[in-house]
């Protein structure tokens, strides 16, 4: 039997140099992605083997970007919520937030709650986005709350403790470099990485397709043998 892409995890990575190359802002790439994320989120939604999809929206370490990125990245987010939900409702798909969210503004964060609580019934496709999301960070936080709740740390406790709790089947990098850039490193440690030198905004569901068909002829051994 074929592999099953059930996990799908994106780096989003391209959406500066794709507007700069046509002499535009960067944030105007940004924008661009938005529309990025809604065709492939519609993708996934429409293909019943794909139970979730988590996109790396906002690292712990993208605060070192100018204020003036920073700021309209959270608007941008802010505004895709608000936009998205009636489409997350009408396409049954659940929105779940990872990372660490209590440095985001009260109305980010309400959005994102608002969100999140509305769609709590679907049972469709999982949207995850990683906003303010670090693998270490997220490493570091659960095994503070074991610690202060005096549990040993053992592969299930921590697991359970994360953000995220669900293995990535298929990892995919845009923008032509090769690195995870702290995303989903416990979760990725059986993943399939694969990655496209196109840049985020020009990434579309033809090109996710041609990658879920790679995936699905590679023999996955899990440290095992056949
Ligand atoms: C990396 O590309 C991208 C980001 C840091 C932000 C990702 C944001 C989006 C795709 C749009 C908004 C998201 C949602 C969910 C509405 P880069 O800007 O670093 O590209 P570069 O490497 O070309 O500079």
């Known amino acids: 039997m074929s592999n099953q892409p059930r996990h799908i995890a994106i780096i989003m990575d391209g959406n500066g140099r794709w507007a700069e190359a046509q002499g535009k802002s960067r944030t105007y790439g940004h924008e661009r992605g938005a529309e990025t994320v809604r065709a492939i989120t519609t993708y996934c939604a429409q293909h019943k083997e794909i139970d979730r999809l988590t996109l790396y929206a906002f690292s712990t370490e993208n605060w070192k970007r100018p204020k003036i990125e920073v700021e309209f990245l959270m608007k941008l987010?802010?505004?895709?919520?608000?936009?998205?939900?009636?489409?997350?409702?009408?396409?049954?798909?659940?929105?779940?937030?990872?990372?660490?969210?209590?440095?985001?503004?009260?109305?980010?964060?309400?959005?994102?709650?608002?969100?999140?609580?509305?769609?709590?019934?679907?049972?469709?496709?999982?949207?995850?986005?990683?906003?303010?999301?670090?693998?270490?960070?997220?490493?570091?936080?659960?095994?503070?709350?074991?610690?202060?709740?005096?549990?040993?740390?053992?592969?299930?406790?921590?697991?359970?403790?994360?953000?995220?709790?669900?293995?990535?089947?298929?990892?995919?990098?845009?923008?032509?470099?090769?690195?995870?850039?702290?995303?989903?490193l416990w979760q990725s440690a059986y993943a399939e990485l694969f990655f496209t030198k196109t840049l985020w905004p020009e990434f579309t569901a033809d090109e996710l397709e041609a990658i879920i068909k790679k995936f699905k002829t590679v023999e996955r051994r899990f440290g095992g043998l056949n």
């Open 77 to 184: 987010l802010e505004k895709y919520l608000k936009n998205e939900r009636a489409t997350y409702l009408k396409n049954n798909i659940r929105f779940e937030p990872i990372g660490d969210l209590s440095i985001f503004s009260k109305s980010l964060r309400a959005v994102i709650d608002d969100v999140q609580k509305a769609t709590q019934g679907c049972n469709g496709l999982v949207q995850c986005l990683a906003l303010n999301y670090g693998g270490c960070d997220e490493i570091v936080r659960a095994a503070n709350t074991l610690c202060q709740r005096g549990e040993l740390i053992s592969f299930d406790t921590l697991n359970a403790q994360l953000d995220c709790s669900h293995d990535v089947d298929l990892l995919i990098r845009t923008g032509g470099d090769q690195r995870l850039s702290n995303f989903l």
